[in-house]
T-cell receptor
Framework: NAGVTQTPKFRILKIGQSMTLQCTQD?????MYWYRQDPGMGLKLIYY???????DKGEVPNGYNVSRSTTEDFPLRLELAAPSQTSVYFC????????????FGEGSRLTVL | QKEVEQDPGPLSVPEGAIVSLNCTYS??????FMWYRQYSRKGPELLMY????GNKEDGRFTAQVDKSSKYISLFIRDSQPSDSATYLC?????????FGPGTRLSVLP
């Protein structure tokens, strides 16, 4: 069982470039999330989705976009990359919103120079 | 005031020690409480969760919640080098999960 798969694992971007972080889950989970993790700051929710075609903003959505055309896939788009977007990005999924058992991918480490 | 506060460590203990990891939270509306373990360069994985005040035990791990003082603890008995990781507490309700910054634990053989 692959679980939650994220690609790429590492990426270096120049300021102003755009890219998409891919996330796929094979557990048929309805809920999917994108978090960023910065040192000493904890995981911050960027966007989440409760099902195909439905997305909503989290705590730190500025500079990002998402789409959810299928249950399995939840890509995160970075437009006009800025150094403040240097972070580790985690995609997660869950069967239901509660009690909060999130299944995380291994992360995508992004550096913007 | 941050919603969830956690001592970042690092915390180093000898193998076999009892480890106590702690968090405080500010929002009394939070309904469930979780501990995630994150190994270096990996995603977090759920270790324990609970809805209520009191203790919940799972093997060497005990989660303790005191809603009256908004305090969450994780105890690890007979700690092993394989327990070396960052431990994230998390709490929330519905879609709203709030994570602490994590405590980095090293268990020395």
């Amino acid at each position: 069982n692959a679980g939650v798969t994220q690609t790429p694992k590492f990426r270096i971007l120049k300021i102003g470039q755009s890219m998409t972080l891919q996330c796929t889950q094979d557990m048929n989970h309805n809920y999917m999330y994108w978090y960023r993790q910065d040192p000493g700051m904890g995981l911050k929710l960027i966007y989440y989705s409760v099902g195909a075609g439905i997305t909503d903003k989290g705590e730190v959505p500025n500079g990002y976009n998402v789409s959810r055309s299928t249950t399995e896939d939840f890509p995160l788009r970075l437009e006009l990359a800025a150094p403040s977007q240097t972070s580790v990005y985690f995609c997660a999924s869950s069967y239901s919103a509660s009690p909060g058992e999130l299944f995380f991918g291994e992360g995508s480490r992004l550096t913007v120079l | 005031q941050k919603e969830v506060e956690q001592d970042p460590g690092p915390l180093s203990v000898p193998e076999g020690a009892i480890v106590s990891l702690n968090c405080t939270y500010s929002n009394s509306a939070f309904q469930y409480f979780m501990w995630y373990r994150q190994y270096s360069r990996k995603g977090p994985e759920l270790l324990m969760y609970t809805y209520s005040s009191g203790n919940k035990e799972d093997g060497r791990f005990t989660a303790q919640v005191d809603k009256s003082s908004k305090y969450i603890s994780l105890f690890i008995r007979d700690s092993q080098p394989s327990d070396s990781a960052t431990y994230l507490c998390a709490t929330g309700w519905g879609q709203n999960f709030v994570f602490g910054p994590g405590t980095r634990l090293s268990v020395l053989p």
